[in-house]
């Protein structure tokens, strides 16, 4: 027995020696789509901009091709054309035992459970799997823990987020890795690098309930001063938000823009980012308003916006409705071009990739 066991870690061993001092890892990013999106942003940039001299990326994609929204040209992409990940699996299991890749990255609910059930099939390889939110992931379910304790590791994009996952999963420490959304750095700012008002006001984002923009209206309806304010967005709360604006008698203060190529040109247009959440995985629109040096005021609620957030910096963050409203009564002085350091210091794309290949690497250890 004593020999069968040395015979298997040696084997072991030569396994992780090979794939570490091969020319590459393969990896596979799993995701159920690539429409608008967090996790489907930071899945096609960071597949495509792994160091492509250690690493050889694909996407496995449960959707259709017509629904991609990110340009995924550098990298082979294949699409198993389903719109459930549940009819999806067969193809993810055959997709998986033929390419044979080092490590599988997914990201979502479903597809994480999933990816716990093909790390019992293919034990070869690696799963990491990555929770979209904080409270998400199935609530909880018995099925969700056993198919989430078969990953490799798990990786979280804030602090609030690993806590939530390892509380209701029991996942170890030494599972759990943070890394926050990567931002690029847009380059020099056109824009004065001052602000020192606050009139023009600006939300970004999915319009659902979650998000709170019906509290940030009925917080505008009480702002004694000059301001105009602009949605962009569109989503399921989409007509009781415009019903509220019109209620409130705030159309001539508000412009709706439901789709734009154009979110930085309108961030760096407006002096203040405003968010309403009432929880958050990690907020991309918050993080890419104060990448381009307009601050951000919002709730401190779960999830990573008190990681992008540093009170006064680069916006502020309050506990209630009525802080909310006194901090937009009053001008502010910023800088631009401190406020889009303290956020690419931290979460540049470069950083950001680095901690990637990292994790990657050390699945193989």
């Known amino acids: 027995m004593k020999i ?4 298997k870690l040696k084997m072991q061993r030569s396994i992780i020696h090979y794939r570490i001092n091969r020319k590459k890892v393969k990896v596979v990013f799993m995701i159920p789509n690539l429409g608008t999106g967090g996790a489907e942003r930071v899945f096609a940039f960071v597949s495509q901009h ?5 690493f050889a990326t694909e996407l ?13 040209d550098k990298i082979p992409v294949t699409y198993l054309d389903k719109n459930r990940v549940l009819h999806a699996v ?3 299991y055959r997709f998986l035992r033929n390419k044979r890749p080092d490590i599988v990255l997914s990201s979502i609910g479903h597809l994480n459970m999933v990816a716990g059930v093909m790390a019992v099939l293919l034990p070869s390889i690696r799963f990491i799997i990555r929770p979209a939110s904080v409270g998400s992931e199935e609530e909880g379910s018995w099925q969700a823990k056993k198919c989430f304790a078969q990953a490799h590791s798990v990786l979280c994009q804030s602090r609030d987020m690993a806590h939530n996952f390892q509380k209701r999963y029991g996942i170890p420490d030494e599972k ?4 926050g959304n990567p931002v690029r ?3 020099e700012i056109d824009a004065p690098d001052v602000i020192d008002q606050t009139h023009n006001l600006v939300t970004v984002g999915r319009l659902d309930p979650i998000k709170g923009h019906a509290r940030i209206l009925n917080i505008l309806a009480q702002l004694d001063r000059d301001f105009h304010y602009t949605i962009i967005g569109d989503g399921p709360e989409k007509e009781n938000i415009l019903n509220q604006i019109d209620n409130l008698r ?3 203060k508000i412009t709706h823009i439901p789709h734009t190529d154009k979110v930085n040109d309108y961030l760096i247009q407006n002096d203040l980012f405003l968010q309403g959440s009432y929880s958050e995985g990690f907020p991309n629109a918050v993080l890419e308003s104060c990448a381009v040096g307009t601050p951000a005021l919002a709730f401190d609620v779960p999830g990573g916006t008190k990681e992008i957030i540093e009170h006064g910096t680069n916006g502020f963050l309050v506990a209630d409705e009525q802080e909310y409203l006194t901090l937009l009564q009053a001008d502010h002085h910023w800088k631009r071009n401190e406020v889009s350091r303290s956020v690419l210091s931290k979460f540049g794309s ?3 990739l680095d901690q990637y290949e990292n994790l990657l690497v050390s699945c193989l250890d």
């Open 350 to 352: 470069q950083t950001v």
């Open 4 to 7: 069968l066991k040395a015979l």
């Open 176 to 179: 759990i890795t943070i890394i």
């Open 250 to 252: 705030l159309n001539d």
């Open 185 to 187: 750095d847009t380059g």
């Open 90 to 92: 067969p193809g993810i």
């Open 60 to 72: 496995l994609v449960m959707g259709k091709s017509e629904q991609t929204t990110y340009q995924v």
């Open 50 to 54: 792994l160091n492509p001299d250690k």
